[in-house]
């Protein structure tokens, strides 16, 4: 019992120690591999270790995670040293089985988004044993421990060495047992090629959210320090008349001159503005010059300031006033939140 509280407790650091890791969600046919198979067993009672027993096979397998996967194999079995129910032909038996992974080196040492050059994965699972020539099955369970060395930048390789027990589970006089005199104890050698995923990769991708979130307090911390660019302005519209005596604090004509001034941040004319503007004759043509105040970065208030020269010509221009240019100036320390317009010389 102390031994599972222990093994709880690792498992518990480890989670915590890479929460904030993100690791991305694989589309079904991601992180699939396929791959061949060649080993050699003998009796685990050691009674007679030689001859050995060969097997061959081919599997293909998905990890569901940086963890966790799972496998379909298909295995031949030569020879026959202590198996009583091989039969005669050249293969002796068969199996079809469904194994689970568990990727060690990832559940303890974390993943960083590339699998490590050596890495140790538990492997085991349930299979159909078929003796061929013969009216009977049996059940098969495999226990082993895949040590696989990854190949190649992308890691798209993987030579494996499984160190690996084989159960006859139901060959023994009990329906279900793990009989050591009827079980097989071997080593196989694989061969893996890992398929290219739709991240481009051959693996899964990691993100790390901590850092993620240190950069976004970074940015918020240097928008802080930089000057207001623009100032909101809530405004409640409604129809206002101004009087032609008010017109002047709101802006000036000077002979052939209007100046109309906009709000902060704001290319949007004002009624008071649009007043101003009503005066220059229809006939008139006239040249427009934007500006906006210091405040905020320079291209910001080149844009601004074409924006306000653009509001005021096509206003001019839908009164049948003749625009001949309409200019933004950028900044005016002078003129400020302004816009000039001038009959055309």
């Known amino acids: 019992m102390k031994k599972i509280f222990l093994m709880l407790a690792l498992i518990s650091a480890v989670v ?86 568990i990727n060690f080196s990832n559940l303890f040492g974390g993943y960083n988004g590339t699998p490590r050059f050596l890495e140790f994965k538990g492997n085991v699972g349930l299979g159909w044993l078929h003796y061929m020539n013969a009216k009977s099955n049996d059940l098969l369970a495999k226990t082993g421990v895949d040590i696989n060395f990854n190949l190649g930048k992308k890691k798209a390789h993987t030579i494996g060495i499984t160190p690996v027990i084989y159960w006859n589970l139901t060959g023994g006089p009990h329906k279900i047992s793990f009989n050591r005199s009827l079980a097989q104890i071997g080593i196989v050698a694989s061969y893996v090629y890992h398929f290219k995923t739709s991240n481009g990769t051959r693996h899964f991708k990691t993100y790390d959210v901590g850092a993620m979130i240190s950069e976004i307090d970074r940015l918020n911390e240097e928008l802080a320090k930089k000057p207001k660019e623009v100032e909101v302005i809530k405004v409640v519209e409604k129809k206002v008349e101004v ?103």
């Open 16 to 101: 915590s120690a890479n929460a904030q890791v993100a690791t991305e969600n694989s589309k079904f046919f991601d992180n699939v591999y396929v791959g061949a198979e060649f080993g050699a067993t003998t009796p685990f009672s050691f009674d007679n270790v030689f001859p050995v027993n060969t097997v061959a096979g081919l599997k293909i397998g998905k990890e569901i995670t940086p963890v966790v996967g799972i496998e379909i194999e298909g295995q031949a079995f030569f020879n026959d040293n202590n198996v009583g129910r091989w039969t005669s032909t050249f293969v002796k038996g068969t199996n079809v089985g469904l194994n689970g992974t």
């Open 243 to 345: 009087p032609a005596t008010n017109a002047v604090s709101v802006a000036s004509k000077n002979g052939e001159t209007w100046i109309v001034q906009f709000a902060t941040a704001s290319a949007k004319l004002t009624p008071e503005a649009k007043f101003i503007l009503n005066q220059v004759g229809n006939d008139a043509i006239v040249d427009v010059t934007a500006t906006a105040s210091p405040d905020g970065s320079a291209k910001f208030n080149q844009k601004l300031s074409e924006r306000r020269a653009k509001a005021v010509a096509d206003f001019l221009t839908n009164r049948g006033v003749k625009v001949k240019s309409a200019v933004g100036n950028g900044v005016s320390a002078e003129k400020g939140k302004t816009a000039v317009v001038t009959v055309a010389q």
